[in-house]
């Protein structure tokens, strides 16, 4: 039974416009979330994370956004870039650590020129 | 070099065969983990390594057998494999081990396995 869901694997959206990839857990016991960009050919990149102490966290075009509530994160890029293009893997972990990292299966963006 | 590196890339192999991957990571760090991913299938953490010492083993089978001789390197040893352990296999590495939300795990391009 898998504890991290992305259930959109493949999103396409125009360049310039806002592009919002979701993930849902099911462990109450997850209290850090991070998000990974891979490249074909590359390993997985890390992009931000966030710690269920906030409910936002933003880095440049990149904000997370988390409600415990639902056990629901969203990543939202602004705007999005043809470089954005890529596979996004959410991952969970509990005790504020990053060792046992649960992933999701990934959503692939297509950003559109 | 920089970052995690691994070798081969590409590996096929028969059920009989034995072989190993290789990480190395030019990092400074001290932890290093092996995953898997099978097609569309997530990540699933293999082994973890904390300074040379296998600190968790997520119940794999026998046939992998990790070996971490020092903390840059890692290696995957592979024996009797069966079709279905086909997946690419990831290294990663991180500063310290687990306990501070700041220790990024790094990860390698990864070694695309095929088992005959």
């Known amino acids: 039974d898998q504890q991290v869901k992305q259930n959109s694997p493949s999103l396409s959206v125009q360049e310039g416009r806002i592009s919002i990839l979701n993930c849902d857990y099911t462990n109450s016991m997850f209290d850090y979330f991070l998000w990974y960009k891979k490249y074909p050919a590359e390993g997985p990149t890390f992009l931000i994370s966030i710690s269920s102490i906030k409910d936002k966290n933003e880095d440049g075009r990149f904000t997370v956004f988390l409600n415990k509530s639902a056990k629901h994160l969203s990543l939202h890029i602004v705007p999005s870039q043809p470089g954005d293009s890529a596979v996004y893997f959410c991952a969970a972990s509990s005790n504020f650590g990053n060792e046992k990292l649960t992933f999701g299966t990934g959503t692939r963006l297509t950003i559109i020129p | 070099e920089t970052g995690v590196t691994q070798t081969p890339r590409h590996l096929v192999m028969g059920m009989t065969n034995k072989k190993s991957l290789k990480c190395e990571q030019h990092l400074g760090h001290n932890a290093m983990y092996w995953y898997k991913q099978s097609a569309k299938k997530p990540l699933e953490l293999m082994f973890v390594?904390?300074?040379?010492?296998?600190?968790e083993n997520n119940s794999v089978p026998s046939r992998f057998s990790p070996e971490c001789p020092n903390s840059s390197h890692l290696f995957l040893h592979l024996h009797t494999l069966q079709p279905e352990d086909s997946a690419l296999y990831l290294c990663?590495?991180?500063?310290?081990?687990?306990?501070?939300?700041?220790?990024?795990?790094?990860f390698g391009p990864g070694t695309r396995l095929t088992v005959l």
């Open positions: 390594y904390s300074l040379e010492e296998r600190v």
């Open positions: 990663a590495s991180s500063r310290t081990r687990g306990g501070i939300a700041a220790d990024t795990q790094y």
